[in-house]
Nanobody, 123 residues
């Protein structure tokens, strides 16, 4: 599976962005998909994940109520709608695919990674 993330950019605090991650390969619908981010000088951290069916999602506390992850298996794409953005959301955002059976929050549980897209939130 190859993953291509897009949609990052520069936005003012309080603004919105929608990230997309499109996959190649025939088995996209069988993967749990996740988003991680790595801010300047910080470790990579889990942000959100979605089950293969899209029926269940999980978010880190800092983005709950602001970010919404979804997927369209027909388009082999996952999305993350990011609202009410804050300067602390500034990071490179990575999408990832896990072949495990359920939601995964640890980086080592993911088998494939995209190249990352930069999100910068100005105050």
């Amino acid at each position: 599976v190859q993953l291509q993330a897009s949609g990052g950019g520069l936005v003012q605090a309080g603004g919105s962005l929608r990230l997309s991650c499109t996959a190649s390969g025939r088995t996209f619908s069988s993967y749990v998909m996740g988003w991680f981010r790595q801010g300047p000088g910080k470790e990579r951290e889990f942000v959100a994940a979605i089950t293969w069916s899209g029926g269940s999602t999980y978010y880190v506390d800092s983005v709950k109520g602001r970010f919404v992850m979804s997927r369209d298996n027909a388009k082999k794409t996952v999305y993350m709608q990011m609202n009410s953005l804050k300067p602390e959301d500034t990071a490179v955002y990575y999408c990832a695919a896990s072949g495990g059976p359920s939601i995964a929050t640890m980086a080592h549980e993911y088998d494939y990674w995209g190249q990352g897209t930069q999100v910068t939130v100005s105050s």
